[in-house]
């Protein structure tokens, strides 16, 4: 549980609202889905890592996998990409199968893999330009470099870069080829909170650009500001599938509303509201427990009875209830490991 | 769509699908292995180990040996040649093992550890072009390496020009072929370019010993002979020796060669391991 200010909620809801298209959009028959994967399966000996993994994302979407480690995520995505060839199953990637169009694929879809590293002794530039060379309609180097802050460190040595640096120079070999899809795999683990949030914003900016973004990660709070919708992947397959904001609400029916009034009231004035389950007090602070428009209703009744809600948040459950509701784990909370 | 700068691909920006990425002039793709290279040769020289190795140590014996009074002594068995003149042959060796045994597998195996390998094979260009693209490389530095220590040691040092320059050539040919794979191997079966490093300076050692660099194969019993003749540097020293000095070289060496580059040529395509 988070105790998210109501501002931030306000958020997440226009957030899910606008979501909505795309997640109709994406429904199995439409032409514009930017990846289609159905009845994934993919196995390791007696290990399965993907059963019956099936999900679309949209074109212009930000898509998250989720899940905890060892769920099966990596290797889903690998195989949407044509690294892995799946048990059985099929993958489409703006229409094309990695398997037999692999060329295609491989012009349209920057991928950012885990724990991809460059040698030392080449420099920024030397492998940017390098990698540009390799695409049809590669994008500008020096454009990219400045979008991703790497201008300064064109003429230095890979060695000489910080990890977060590393991390934006894999991102803009991702992008250098001007994608229609990118996929990043744990793009933001290992990187400090400020160059954390400079991903998402970077992200966002993906997005803008038209660019349908899959993201694998364990960390919830990036999933949750991030993605349109979320994918929540358990030992292989798809538990969970909605906006951040819907899983969250699964996991838990009701709200709270927390606030300090500016006078006493009677309980009653707000117990015989029909949103209303619940009223508590907590020191100068009340709680109130219901369901639906809960903060409109407290506010507006309490108002018209003259006492003023001060402080007010709404204390909503979020993807980490979800997380641990629906796999029966503790998500990584630094999202630091992989 | 985007507000990067996209460049005119050759394709033209509407063009989709597998039939126009056919038609797709081969510049573009010279182009990109160009670029390959040139990044591979600007980590030959600044990673300068196996360079030093397979190109500075053999061309500094070289310049030594030529030097000593005793390596222009006429020893008997030679076939009136001096025992520099027999260590020319063991020198080009020298330089064609450490070349091939560090010089190629390093950067390979290196490749594979930073997962740079599987970073490109979510590119257009296929991975394998990392392999040629070594290969072209490392090729170009024993090329450059042979001429110097042959220029220099027939112009400098008194050793006498090929008799039979065709066997010459068609030997480090062979040579090549044979030790080329062999450091592919090298590659496949080593996790880090640290043990590329010590797996090819292990393989190095018995191998240079039958090309005669402590005992000029002169010089070794009947019986030792027998083996260097089936090792891929005493079959190369041989056939070379043969060439600059009495004419177009024996079957046997040049067939050991060949069976050496097909049996691993074999083995590193079955071995290769890309993550």
């Known amino acids: ?338 | 769509m985007t507000a990067l700068a996209t460049r005119g691909g050759p394709g033209g920006s509407s063009s989709r699908g597998l039939v126009s990425h056919l038609r797709l002039p081969s510049r573009r793709w010279r182009i990109a292995f160009g670029k390959i290279v040139h990044n591979d040769v600007r980590l030959a020289y600044r990673r300068p180990g196996a360079l030093i190795a397979g190109f500075g140590i053999p061309v500094l014996l070289m310049v030594i040996f030529g030097e000593l009074p005793a390596f222009h002594e006429i020893v008997a068995g030679f076939g009136g040649f001096d025992i520099y003149d027999a260590y020319v042959p063991t020198l080009a060796m020298f330089a064609l093992a450490m070349i091939a045994l560090l010089g190629l597998p390093m950067p390979l195996a290196s490749y594979r550890e930073l997962g740079v390998l599987r970073r490109l094979s979510t590119t257009p260009v296929p991975r394998s072009w990392l392999l040629a693209s070594q290969g072209v490389v490392q090729l170009g530095v024993a090329v450059v390496a042979l001429v110097i220590l042959f220029t220099v040691s027939i112009t400098a040092f008194g050793t006498p020009a090929p008799v039979s320059i065709g066997g010459m050539l068609l030997s480090l040919a062979l040579c090549v072929a044979g030790l080329f794979p062999i450091g592919l191997l090298v590659a496949a079966v080593a996790k880090t370019a640290n043990a590329a490093s010590i797996i090819g300076r292990i393989a190095f050692f018995p191998m240079i010993f039958f090309a005669g660099l402590w005992l000029p194969r002169a010089l070794m019993p009947h019986w030792l002979l027998d083996i260097s003749n089936f090792t891929p540097l005493g079959a190369a020293d041989g056939a070379l020796q043969t060439s600059m000095l009495t004419g177009f070289p024996a079957t046997q060496p040049l067939l050991v060669m060949a069976g050496y580059a097909l049996v691993f040529g074999f083995l590193a395509r079955r071995f290769f391991r890309w993550e």
């Open chain 1, 1 to 338: 549980m988070v105790n998210a200010p109501a501002q931030d909620m306000e958020n997440s809801v226009t957030r899910s609202g606008s979501a909505a298209p795309a997640a109709a959009a994406a429904e199995p028959g439409m032409s514009q889905a930017a990846v289609e994967i159905s009845h994934l399966h993919k196995t390791y000996g007696t290990l399965t890592a993907v059963d019956d993994v099936s999900f679309t994302v949209a074109e212009g979407e930000i898509f998250g996998i989720l899940g905890p480690n060892g769920a099966g995520k990596t290797t889903t995505v690998e195989c949407a990409i044509g690294l892995r060839t799946p048990d059985s199953g099929t993958v489409r990637l703006m229409g094309f199968d990695p398997r037999t169009q692999a060329a295609e694929v491989h012009e349209i879809v920057g991928v950012q893999l885990q724990s991809g590293a460059l040698p030392d002794q080449l420099k920024v530039r030397e492998i940017l330009d390098m990698y540009q060379s390799f695409y049809r309609q590669p994008a500008d180097v020096g454009e990219l470099a400045d979008v991703l802050g790497l201008t300064d460190k064109m003429g230095s040595f890979y060695k000489t870069l910080s990890g977060g640096q590393r991390q934006r120079l894999s991102v803009a070999l991702a992008l250098v080829g001007n994608p229609k899809v990118a996929v990043l795999d744990e793009m933001t683990t290992g990187l400090d909170p400020q160059a954390r949030r400079d991903a998402w914003d970077l992200i966002r900016g993906m997005r803008d650009r038209g660019v349908t973004v899959v993201l694998v990660t364990h960390f919830m709070e990036e999933a949750e500001r991030l993605c349109d919708r979320v994918a929540l992947i358990d030992a292989g397959r798809v538990v969970a599938l909605d906006t951040p904001a819907r899983l969250a609400a699964r996991a838990r029916g009701s709200k709270v509303v927390r606030f300090v009034p500016s006078d006493h009231f009677d309980d009653s004035l707000l117990t015989g509201l029909p949103e209303v389950t619940n009223v508590r007090h907590d020191g100068q602070h009340v709680e109130v427990d219901g369901s639906g428009d809960l903060v409109n209703a407290v506010i507006l009744t309490l108002a018209a009875a003259g006492v003023t809600a001060h402080d007010v948040e709404l204390v909503a459950s979020n993807l980490e209830d979800a997380f641990v509701k629906l796999t029966g784990r503790h998500s990584d909370p630094e999202g630091a490991t992989s």
